[in-house]
């Protein structure tokens, strides 16, 4: 969770002249009102408490872990992080945009009482649940990170407003090992958690013959007034944490399809998050810089090459040298549609039909 990766994504933009293309705004952190629509009061008080003295965080509440490592200025800079989320939302609701972006946030892991996963404040969840407080019925969340968005699912494990899709590593072989295709919700909520588990080393055509499979059938379905997603660039075959082999090619593919679902189905409302992405280089700044050109309406061409004086700027920040193009070299990527036919002897398709057998009955759907 290297900072720089936030730094570079945002001189990335910059160099591209993405900034030109959009309004930046700073919202303001998140409040303890606004926390509370999803954190526990007590869980509040304590990332305080540790945020003041990091060596009062004795691993209670997730704090002082290795994974959350408790840090000066740690409650300000998550509610920071959280309130852009809200912010965003909140915007996209009143009709002052029709799209925002907030690649600094997508810390899905963070339960209502507890830090997980390098999350503090699940600002995706608070996001959602502000929506709800301003009125949103239906509110949708699709997540692609590598890893299972189990905090989110899990503060909407009860409500039927919100449907949560998930496409994720298999839980057999990653943290948080969660989301298992049996994970459909609760009783008062069945079939709005949506869980693919996919088997590690699917590449661009399996990972984007799943997302096609399950999530545009759901969305039409569900009619959600606002599209939530979560982008983190860790499903990339360089990710050091996983193991799945998805191309920066894939991703854009796919942050391009979540841009057309939410005008095909949500009025074309759309809040768009980062995520995991521990390739800080390479990776995550060119991954997030094709979301935030996609949402700006100005895609970014794979081929562009990138300009000098980022790649420049990644020496001195990290002496490591940065890509050249905006692309792994797969566009356009190909892959074959479920109506294509299912094959029983293929581990994805497995998957695929797992996830549709366990929902889609749920919601009225053919599996």
Sequence with gaps: MDPVRLALTRSLVGALGLDREVEVVAARPAGESTLRLVHREDYIDAVRAASADPRSADGSYGLGTVDDPAFAGMHEVSALIAGQSVGAA???????????????????HAMPGAASGFCVYNDAALAIARLLELGAERVAYVD?????????????????????????????????QTGWPEETGADCAEGSAVNVALPAGTGDAGWLRAFHAVVPEVLADFRPQVLVTQHGADTHFEDPLAHLAVSLDAQRAVQVACHELAHEYAGGRWVALGGGGYAVVEVVPRSWAHLVGVAAGRPVEPETVIPEGWRQEVYARTRQLGPMRMTDGRWPVSYASWE???????????????ARRAVFPLRGLLA
């Design 90 to 108: 909140e915007a996209v609701w009143r009709g002052d945009a029709l799209h925002a972006v907030n690649f600094a946030g997508g810390l899905h």
């Design 144 to 176: 692609v990170d590598v890893h299972h968005g189990d905090g989110v699912q899990a503060a909407f494990w009860e409500d039927p407003r919100v449907l949560t899709v998930s496409l994720h590593e298999h839980p057999a072989t990653l943290f948080p």
């Design 340 to 354: 294509a036919g299912y094959d029983p002897a293929d581990r994805l398709d497995q998957a695929v039909r797992a």
